[in-house]
């Protein structure tokens, strides 16, 4: 699936979380917290700055943490 978010976030297969499609299109991750409830379940990854602690952080200029945000067209398949 290709899409636009910025070009730090990551989603290669490291992470126990599970790759989820958003309905505008973009990817998240969601997290298993049986183990702790009050952690986030729906997070994003960045390579700069580790857990991003909503699904939609990064994924436009609008919702960036940082002023590092930079368009880049993800390809990234769904498991």
Same mark, same amino acid.
């Given at each position: 699936?290709?899409?636009?978010a ?20 973009k990817?998240?991750?969601? +997290?298993?917290?049986?183990? &702790?409830?009050s ?6 990854? !960045? #390579?700069? %700055?580790? +857990?991003?602690?909503?699904? &939609? ?8 943490? !940082? #002023?590092? %945000? ?10």
């Amino acid at each position: 699936m290709k899409f636009t978010a910025c070009e730090h976030l990551e989603f290669s297969n490291n992470y126990t979380a599970k790759k989820q499609v958003m309905g505008n299109g973009k990817i998240f991750w969601l +997290r298993d917290v049986s183990h &702790d409830p009050s952690l986030p379940a729906m997070v994003q990854f !960045c #390579s700069k %700055y580790g +857990r991003l602690n909503t699904p &939609d952080q990064c994924c436009t200029k609008a919702n960036a943490v !940082c #002023s590092d %945000y930079k368009d880049f067209e993800h390809d990234v398949s769904i498991d």
